[in-house]
């Protein structure tokens, strides 16, 4: 079922018989891809768009990511980049019928995220009315994609043995009691005058034994 006979399907069943005017000014949209796929569906959708010759009506699709800094475990970093959404791209697009096919179709797609239209009798799913991004969403997100500094990834569990690099306590022996992956630091239980003491420290602080 296309775009424009899923919506005036979805009408006729509501109660209110509003009627939705497709918008074709270009709005972002978010669509729900299958797990891992993401990469996958923007290649695809690519191609599509120029094999069907739609560039005119999807203009950009995007996969909103941050910067990461992996720390392995002989404590060399590896930077790359976090999804933000996982499990979904961004389509800036302008709403039609054959637009709104064409992303619909591409392989590994789930669906548009927008407002389910109940049916008013019988059993069954609704519709999904794709619902735009408001201008207020698009900003914080690419904001936040441009401007976050990179979060520090390391691969340390609680019960692992560290050694301190840096700081007041290098070359102190302990272990990691808690790990907080969006503050980037740990706290270990390193040997102070004899007693066992929680030390609050950076990722990059530490190696792991």
């Known amino acids: 079922m ?4 899923e919506q005036a399907d979805a009408a006729r069943e509501s109660s209110e018989g509003e009627v939705t005017t497709p918008a074709f000014r270009p709005r972002w949209y978010a669509v729900q ?12 959708l690519e191609q599509r768009i120029l094999t069907l010759d739609v560039s005119d009506r999807i203009h950009e699709i995007q996969i909103p990511q941050t910067p990461i ?3 392995r ?3 060399t970093r590896a930077h790359g980049e976090e999804k933000v959404f996982p499990g979904y791209v ?6 039609d019928d054959h637009a709104w096919q064409v992303v619909k179709n ?8 927008g407002a389910e239209q109940k049916r008013p009798y019988g059993r069954g799913r609704g519709h999904v009315k794709p619902v735009p991004l408001s201008p207020a969403e698009v900003e914080r997100i690419f904001r936040q994609t441009q401007e976050q500094e990179p979060a520090v990834q390391v691969n340390m569990e609680v019960g692992d043995k560290i050694v301190v690099l840096s700081g007041p306590f290098k070359d102190f022996e302990g272990e990691v009691v808690e790990v907080s992956s969006e503050r980037s630091k740990l706290k270990a239980l390193l040997s102070i005058f004899g007693r066992e003491t929680p030390v609050e420290l950076e990722f990059t602080q530490v190696e792991k034994q």
Not at 34 to 42: L, M
Not at 106 to 113: A, L, S, Y
């Open 69 to 71: 800094v992996k720390v």
């Open 73 to 75: 475990k002989d404590g």
């Open 2 to 5: 296309s775009f424009a006979a």
């Open 33 to 44: 891809v299958a797990s891992g796929c993401e990469k996958r569906v923007k290649a695809n």
């Open 106 to 113: 591409t392989p590994h797609v789930i669906n548009f995220v």
């Open 90 to 95: 961004l389509v800036k697009m302008a709403m």
